[in-house]
């Protein structure tokens, strides 16, 4: 059973950056394809960033040239680099494997943006 864990979240104001990071136990990490999610009060969760088990990354168009997914197999991590922060993008983040089969989903990481 794979366990995530999301840090990096904090309150910061519009304009400003924060970067996420998600560690995940267990060795098979590395062969998965990974995503980052949000969910704002009120709304479905939603998947803003995605990385392939090779590297090859897509973005939702709301965080395009804002946002930046990356990770480091050697430490299970997946990070998510927010610049430009929007109060639109505040939600709780959450990592997990893209597509309809998921791990266990975390507790996830609030980010308030001020305006």
């Known amino acids: 059973q794979v366990r995530l864990v999301e840090s990096g979240g904090g309150l910061v104001q519009a304009g400003g950056s924060l970067r996420l990071s998600c560690v995940a136990s267990?060795?098979?990490?590395?062969?998965?394809?990974m995503g980052w999610y949000r969910q704002a009060p009120g709304k479905q969760r939603e998947l803003v960033a995605g990385i392939t088990a090779g590297g090859s990354t897509n973005y939702a168009d709301s965080v395009k040239g804002r946002f930046t997914i990356s990770r480091d197999n050697a430490k299970n991590t997946v990070y998510l680099q927010m610049n430009s922060l929007k109060p639109e993008d505040t939600a709780v983040y959450y990592c997990?494997?893209?597509?309809?089969?998921?791990?266990?989903w975390g507790q996830g990481t609030q980010v308030t943006v001020s305006s």
């Open positions: 997990n494997r893209l597509g309809r089969v998921t791990f266990s």
């Open positions: 267990g060795s098979i990490f590395r062969f998965n394809d």
